[in-house]
């Protein structure tokens, strides 16, 4: 016995609509991929803020016993940042401040979001 016509009218509508959530999703893909990677770079600019926080830190720590800042700083952050840190002690007196700045890595290429600067205040040590 045959199948009656709208048996077959609803079968080949079926058809026609497999994969289609499949295509849905692929073309999803790069829109999450894209969100995904915004994130992650958004971590990295909070992690090399607070980094150049404890490098400022450090630095003025060690200049205010007058054993210089740049080496306590690269030393206060983690290995992969510590290549592109730089401290710079500012004033004297009775006091001294530095200012760590370390470069922010970019999961991207091409795209330079610039250094994260921190500074930090530290009594002289007498």
Same mark, same amino acid.
């Given at each position: 016995?045959?199948?009656?016509?709208?048996?077959?009218?609803?079968?080949?509508?079926?058809?026609?609509?497999?994969?289609?959530?499949?295509?849905?999703?692929?073309?999803?893909?790069?829109?999450?991929?894209?969100?995904?990677? *915004?994130?992650?770079?958004?971590?990295?600019?909070?992690?090399? &803020?607070?980094? #150049?926080? =404890? !490098? $400022?830190? *450090?630095?003025?720590?060690?200049?205010?016993?007058?054993?210089? &800042?740049?080496? #306590?700083? =690269? !030393? $206060?952050?983690?290995?992969?940042?510590?290549?592109?840190?730089?401290?710079?002690?500012?004033?004297?007196?009775?006091?001294?401040?530095?200012?760590?700045?370390?470069?922010?890595?970019?999961?991207?290429?091409?795209?330079?979001?610039?250094?994260?600067?921190?500074?930090?205040?530290?009594?002289?040590?007498?």
């Amino acid at each position: 016995m045959p199948y009656p016509r709208d048996y077959r009218r609803q079968n080949r509508d079926r058809d026609r609509d497999r994969g289609q959530a499949a295509l849905e999703y692929l073309g999803f893909l790069p829109v999450l991929l894209i969100v995904g990677m *915004a994130v992650v770079q958004l971590g990295l600019i909070a992690y090399t &803020a607070q980094q #150049a926080g =404890t !490098a $400022a830190r *450090a630095g003025a720590r060690s200049a205010s016993l007058d054993r210089g &800042a740049d080496g #306590a700083c =690269t !030393a $206060a952050v983690s290995s992969w940042l510590a290549d592109g840190t730089t401290c710079v002690p500012v004033g004297g007196g009775e006091e001294v401040t530095v200012v760590a700045t370390v470069d922010i890595p970019s999961i991207v290429p091409g795209w330079d979001f610039g250094p994260a600067r921190k500074t930090a205040t530290m009594p002289m040590d007498h």
